[in-house]
């Protein structure tokens, strides 16, 4: 049974930094592209940030450098360091795992709430 578990969500000020991690379970970690996704009510699902079996990683254009996608193999996790948070950071984060059409995994999501 595949399992991806999101941890480190939670409320932060603007300006604050958290860290994102997505536990996986019941996939080979290292052969799957794990992406970072985020959710507000009534709007569509975006990027945030991809990274490769290969570690490449890419990001939204809005994100670049206040954002950082890793992964450690060893543990089947991959995290998202978010810095200079901002209000409109606020969102469900949601972790990915991808081989291909037929091996797509999402995680339940951990909320980020940027708000002083």
């Known amino acids: 049974q595949v399992q991806l578990v999101e941890s480190g969500g939670g409320l932060v000020q603007p300006g604050g930094s958290l860290r994102l991690s997505c536990a996986a379970s019941?996939?080979?970690?290292?052969?799957?592209?794990m992406g970072w996704y985020r959710q507000v009510p009534g709007k569509q699902r975006e990027l945030v940030a991809r990274i490769s079996s290969g570690g490449r990683a890419t990001y939204a254009d809005s994100l670049k450098g206040r954002f950082t996608i890793s992964r450690d193999n060893a543990k089947n996790t991959v995290y998202l360091q978010m810095n200079s948070l901002k209000p409109e950071d606020t969102a469900v984060y949601l972790c990915n795992a991808h081989a291909d059409s037929n091996f797509n995994y999402w995680g339940q999501g951990t909320q980020v709430t940027v708000s002083s």
């Open positions: 019941g996939i080979f970690f290292s052969s799957y592209d």
